[in-house]
């Protein structure tokens, strides 16, 4: 019999999944070309879930369910409140984007993009390999099908075949090491494995082997190289509103599966496990940087920087646990938390400002398209301009900080080694602002490379949530301190259990 417990800890879930069915089946008897019903259902949804979920993490409850097979805890429910509204926000920012690209005749998008953020929610939630492997399955099914959802786009299918063969690819080296790890100590159980590690006289060969490929596929979900083929490819060949949702909320995803497999369940590992996020952190930041200094497309430079900025996350990841034994874990992985959240409200803004300026015919994805953009549109050039800004790290802007509070979590360690990653870090990203301030040349100092100027056609909905995004970026670079005790009191939470 499953106890109240159990219910407990997923009811934001169960709404999301009826709500999911709600949507698909209402949507059987829409008209409207913009899906008006639909996607006001959706809002409302994503709306009451995240709700639900910051009601969950502020009571700072940790619950444990279905035969532990799922946990409610505060760091959990608040990246699952923040994917929910990242989902939102995209959502908001594409809509009409979607709607002139015949990518509305169906309620697909809203549909899809639900059971992607279920398949988000069970993998933050999971306690159990196998539930984690379902969640994942979840949302890369549901991001394949969003890929390819532009049918007529022949660069979209193509996008979605990569991705498909990829991804799959991945998940099998994936579940191949969830199998070994399985069979190493005979358990499903986060918890259980931790406690055999712990009690285990030796560490098994085939162990390790499986560790390699359970990095694997976290690097791949990351986007980190050697495993970030997929990421350009699929960010400039997709529809730009698709970009946007793989782009943000999965990686928060990505961040809390890391988080419970490497540190809630293979901790007694880490030793091996940040010698592999070593070196992909500084290949990645090198990768990344570089490779996006030579692109003219916008969606391809975010993707490249996607990669770099992905590399400062495993930064935080692997200070956790420095030379000796030292255990830094709330500073590190606080700090990574925080990396990423603000990097997914970064990235909300520079894909939303792109979805704001392109129109019926026009898709603004090269460099060149934003020549001379002051000229028209001051006030969003400046969105841009805080954007770019704020991924580059420079004050008082929340990138800023963001990159700052990893520096500390390394230097605070007093490893040697890891100071020296700092100082690599620091000049990575001066070498990555070059390709951010470039795009704010092109906008402020270029000449536009067309007479007319640039329509925008926005509801005004869209522009207050553009507003309020952008805003924030400067707001929570002034004042850090509530989402970073956020972050950190949710790290105590897990680390405590």
Known sequence: MVDQLSWLAIYPDLILLVMACVVLLVDLVVTSRLRTPTYTLTLVTLAVVALLQAHYALSGDVI???????????????LKCFAAIATGVA???????????????????????????????????????LLIYLGLEMLTLSSYALVALRRDAPLATEAAMKYFVLGALASG?????????????????LNEISAALNNAPGIPFVLVLGLVFIVAGLAFKLGVVPFHMWIPDVYQGAPTVVTLLVGSAPKLAA???????????????????????????????????????VQTNLKRML?????????????????????????????????AMFYVVTYVLSTLMAFGMMLTLTRAGFECEN?????????NHAFYTGMIAVTMLSLAGLPPLVGFYAKLSVLQALVSTGSIAYIWLAVFAVVMSLIGAFFYLRVLKVMYFDEPVKDEPMRVDLPIHARVVLTVNGALL?????????LMDLCAQAIESLLAK
């Open 64 to 78: 444990y369910g279905w035969g532990n097979m799922v946990v409610s805890d505060p760091m959990g429910n608040w």
């Open 91 to 129: 959502l908001i920012y594409g809509r009409n984007y979607a709607a002139e690209r015949e990518m509305l005749r169906g309620g697909e998008l809203f549909t899809l993009a639900l059971f992607a953020l279920l398949g988000i929610f069970i993998m933050i939630s999971a306690n159990n390999l």
């Open 173 to 189: 080296f994936l579940l191949y090491g969830l199998s070994m790890l399985y069979g190493s100590t005979g358990t499903l159980d």
């Open 255 to 293: 961040f809390a599966i890391a988080i419970r497999l490497l540190v809630e369940g293979l901790l007694p590992l880490a030793f091996d496990w940040q010698q592999m996020l070593v070196v992909m952190s500084v290949v990645s930041m090198l990768v990344g940087n570089l490779a996006a200094i």
């Open 303 to 335: 993707a490249f920087s996607a990669i770099a900025q992905m590399g400062f996350v495993l930064l935080g990841l692997l200070a956790g646990v420095a030379e000796g034994g030292h255990f830094n874990g709330q500073i590190a992985y606080s700090s």
């Open 367 to 375: 460099l060149s398209d934003l020549a001379g953009l002051n000229r």
């Open 474 to 482: 400067l707001i929570l670079g002034l004042l850090p301190g509530g």
